[in-house]
């Protein structure tokens, strides 16, 4: 095989069809002219980007009559990412609002040629899904469905119909394809530069080889941006500056979270066959192999995406153009395999060329956009998760409706900026996120999986009791949340390994937990929902909230009521209960995941010079749902009050004490339809020395975690004794040693105390300790040279004694019953 450097794979050597035109759309000026043009000091809007995104963006913006646009580009016009992309257009998307993203950007592509004159390259191939597996079948046949019922062509086949569409597949091993005969293939920088030619021709000016500083902020509102060429007053900005999108956030002057990250994203293309391919060959998307294959130029190009991703730092870089990243065939071989076991005859075929490229991707294989929530006018359309050209006409022109009518046509609240949290871009999360994410994008997804990266990063006060009991959790806007709990005679093992579209096997155990809630009373951990005070000296808490909310919140003190904040077009943008506390306080629960969203829309609304106090108390609470039956009878005695629908109404809040606390917000309602109550336990008092210390702590973690250990295999009449400073072992590495050691009478064995560290095997970095690393790790402690194998506990193990007080007690009463 021959290899040869990287070249542009859509670069001219001479000035395109799509440069000439963009050039003589702007007053018959050069490339090199416009580069020395001075900007404008004035602009509606400023977009930085220059890719797919940017440039549909500045097309829907200037056909939906905004003129006054500057877009700028720090390298030359889709010169990115954008430049490097596949080419492949796909509408086979989980998502409902990702389908009608890729649908729209089909059909605009489709007549871009025509409207602009410009040769994009858009050839109708359509595609086919392969299934190795019955289970990507039936996620293939549940695609299926979503693509028919929003008007998309798309049909099960055989894989002998694979064959018949495709002769140089082997199909020996596959149950099943899907076939979506619309599909279609294009080059995206051709399809940027036509996007970027009609909205110059609509008044767009855009300028390259200019690079956005940061963004000027002024009371939470943008005002404009600084670039190395001047400064530019501005009402809106947009970010769409692709992998650059995270460090161009932070650059502002208020920064702006854009929780992605990028990877290397690995391509090859081939010499064309000797029979070339046809150039309506169909696309093919093989997820079970983790590639996909496409004819270029009669020849193969396939890319994939590996287990084992690489991701890109680019703090502190600035690149003005994306460029070949480092060739590396090592890498790749697992995808070339994939590629040749489905298509032997490439065998022979001479590779011209291994393409590495920054992809963008986001923690949750969604892409961003959306307008900020810390900052008014400025908005983010980025982390295409490699669907850039798939998703860019379609989500260029909702972020354009977005802007333009204050919310787009379609329901995009799975992609919004507001869906994520401040600890979810940070770069220690995102880069063990995007490592997870990659590989996720062909893996097969089975209803209620989970990500396993980046977890714990909010948890509430019970979570390491309830671990103990045997939750299994899921996520939620970064919150740990119990989904049920694994009885002991359960197999943990094969539950967290279990995925299927049918029954799971986690049904008998929640069952049982449902029959205890109907017949009997539960405990539910519901801290994860979001909690707002909303407070003022006079009555414009209650004015205001009046104005925001659909429902009467003139009601008696203690009173709750059901409600929501509604848009313009009287659609909702929240749902929750609302608490009277006193006259000028309410008490505001919403779901967990709104957090950030219901934030931003109450800031934005409220009037901005008042008495009027939003205060976040998400952290400030506990909150627990108790229902079932039994809840009355339970509170009661806890409470030694009565709590009958007599005493205490439904839709009622009182403050009272429950057991040993006081001060607790007891509420006669519940968020799963039961009857029964929520009890709001305050979780935080008074200031005191090294609070904010503590509170960080809580919300970062801790570097080091007091844990107790017991001996296991340790013969205290025999073997030399633990006492202090013994070296602790978890799976064979260093974390610590003990501070205290004693015999313990009641357990019978040595009890050790020590802190255990987290230390990074590439750095030996000091790392956060969580209580799930405590409790999945195996533990030694040497004592002078010999290890004993020792059991890691975070509390205290009276537990352990009492089990065997009644496993005695069992035995002596199966004695008596003889």
């Known amino acids: 095989m021959m290899f040869y450097r990287l070249l542009s794979i859509v670069g001219r050597q001479r000035a395109s069809p799509g440069w ?33 995104t940017g440039t549909s963006v500045a097309y829907h913006l200037s056909k939906m009559g905004w003129k006054d646009i500057v877009l700028l580009e720090q390298g030359r016009l889709a010169a990115g990412s954008t430049r490097f992309c596949a080419g492949i257009l796909s509408t086979a998307r989980h998502l409902t609002i990702e389908q009608k993203m890729a649908d729209y950007s089909n059909k605009l592509y489709y007549q871009l040629e025509q409207e602009t004159g410009i040769q994009t390259g858009y050839t109708r191939t359509g595609s086919i899904f392969l299934a190795q597996t019955q289970d990507r079948l039936i996620s293939l046949k549940r695609i299926n469905a979503g693509l028919n019922v929003i008007g998309i062509p798309s049909e099960i086949i055989s894989p002998k119909k694979v064959a018949e569409l495709h002769h140089l597949l082997n199909v020996h091993d596959l149950v099943g394809a899907m076939h979506v005969p619309e599909d279609a293939v294009v080059s995206s920088a051709d399809v940027a530069l036509a996007l970027a030619s009609a909205a110059s021709q609509n008044g767009v000016q855009i300028y390259d080889r200019t690079s956005v500083l940061h963004v000027m902020v002024k009371k939470g509102q943008v005002t404009g941006v600084e670039t190395d060429k001047g400064q530019i007053e501005c009402q809106y900005f947009v970010n769409c500056a692709g992998q650059w999108a995270y460090e161009l956030g932070l650059s502002n002057e208020e920064p702006v979270s854009i929780p992605l990250h990028a ?5 090859l293309l081939t010499r064309p066959l000797e029979t070339p391919l046809q150039s309506s060959t169909p696309t093919i998307v093989d997820a079970d192999g983790r590639i996909y294959i496409r004819n270029w130029q009669g020849g193969i190009l396939s890319g994939g995406f590996e287990k084992n991703p690489k991701p890109i730092f680019t703090e502190g870089k600035n690149q003005l153009e994306i460029q070949n990243l480092q060739e590396d065939w090592d890498h790749f071989e697992p995808l070339l395999s994939s590629l040749l076991r489905r298509m032997p005859e490439l065998e022979t075929l001479e590779i011209m060329k291994l393409v590495n490229c920054p992809e963008t991707f986001t923690p949750d294989m969604r892409c961003i956009m959306g307008e900020s929530p810390a900052v008014q006018g400025y908005f983010v359309l980025a982390g295409m998760n490699s669907a850039g050209l798939s998703f860019g006409g379609g989500a260029g022109k909702y972020l354009a409706e977005w802007m333009v009518h204050g919310y787009p046509s379609e329901n995009v609240w799975e992609l919004d900026l507001k869906r994520f949290g401040a600890l979810q871009s940070s770069r220690t999360f995102l880069r063990h996120r995007v490592m997870e994410v990659m590989p996720l994008m062909y893996d097969l997804k089975v209803p209620r999986w989970d990500f396993q990266t980046g977890r714990q990063l909010r948890t509430s006060p ?12 899921m996520e939620k806007h970064g919150f740990e949340r119990p989904k049920y709990f694994v009885p002991p005679d359960k197999d943990l093992l094969a539950l967290e390994q279990s995925k299927t579209f049918y029954k799971p096997d986690w049904f008998d155990i929640v069952e049982s937990e449902v029959k205890c809630c109907k017949e009997a009373v539960c405990v539910i951990d519901m801290s994860s929902f979001t909690k707002f005070e909303i407070t003022s000296t006079g009555d ?5 909230l009046q104005y925001l909310f659909s429902n009467d919140l003139d009601v008696p003190v203690g009173h709750i009521v059901h409600t929501g904040m509604l848009n313009e077009g009287g659609g909702y943008e929240n749902d929750c209960s609302i608490a009277r506390l006193n006259k000028r306080s309410f008490f505001m629960i919403s779901p967990t995941d709104q957090q950030v969203h219901c934030w931003a829309w109450l800031k934005k609304h409220m009037p901005k010079d008042s008495n009027l106090l939003l205060e976040d108390v998400t952290w400030k609470y506990t909150a627990l749902n108790l229902i079932g039956p039994r809840a009355v009878d339970v509170l009661s005695e806890l409470s030694y009050a009565p709590m009958t629908p007599d005493h205490f109404p439904s839709l009622f809040c009182k403050e009272m004490s429950v057991g040993y606390a006081n001060g607790i917000r007891v509420m006669s309602m519940t968020h799963t339809g039961e009857p029964g109550f929520m009890l709001y336990i305050p979780i935080e008092g008074m200031d005191f020395i090294g609070r904010d210390a503590l509170l960080q702590q809580k919300q970062n973690g801790v570097y080091k975690r007091l844990t107790m250990f017991i001996l296991d295999d340790h013969d205290s009449d025999l073997d030399l004794w633990p006492w202090w400073g013994e070296p602790i072992y978890r799976n064979g590495q260093y974390v610590g040693k003990t501070t205290s050691s004693a015999y313990s009478y009641s357990l019978e064995r040595h009890v050790c105390l020590g802190f255990v560290h987290n230390f990074s095997e590439d750095t030996g970095e000091e790392q956060v300790v969580t209580a799930d690393f405590i409790n999945r790790g195996e533990y030694e402690i040497d004592i002078a040279g010999y290890r004993f194998q020792a059991k890691a506990k975070l509390y205290p193990v009276a537990s352990l004694f009492t089990q065997k007080r009644r496993k005695d007690d069992m035995e002596l009463s199966d004695l008596h019953g003889k």
């Open 540 to 544: 414009q808490a209650l004015e205001v």
């Open 263 to 267: 990877c290397e994203h690995f391509y």
């Open 20 to 52: 000439q035109n963009w050039s003589s759309a702007r007053n018959s000026t050069s490339a090199a002219e416009a580069r020395s043009m001075a900007l404008p000091t004035q602009a509606q809007v400023v977009i930085c980007g220059g890719g797919i």
């Open 462 to 473: 019970l979570y390491d009791r309830l671990d103990a009991q045997g939750a299994r959790w």
